[in-house]
């Protein structure tokens, strides 16, 4: 079995969403909303996705965090 066949449903299309070739700039809440998943789920996913070295998260004092990644070059 394949690490994707592995992961859960939700966490599945979070890492896909952040795999765009495109790159991401998302809050939890932008992200959940677009891919209809619990906000406490994909800030929980995300989080991990940082801790994984997949995504970066910038804490801003005005609004909630955001998660980025872009592909390098």
Do not use: N, W
């Amino acid at each position: 079995m394949g690490l994707e066949q592995a992961l859960e449903p939700d966490e599945r299309r979070v890492r896909e969403f952040c795999d765009s070739p495109a790159g991401v700039s998302e809050s939890a809440a932008s992200l959940s909303s677009k891919l209809g998943i619990s906000h406490r789920s994909c800030r929980s996913i995300l989080e991990q996705l940082v801790e994984q070295g997949v995504v970066s998260r910038h804490d801003y004092l005005d609004i909630e965090p955001m998660y980025f990644r872009f592909p390098t070059k």
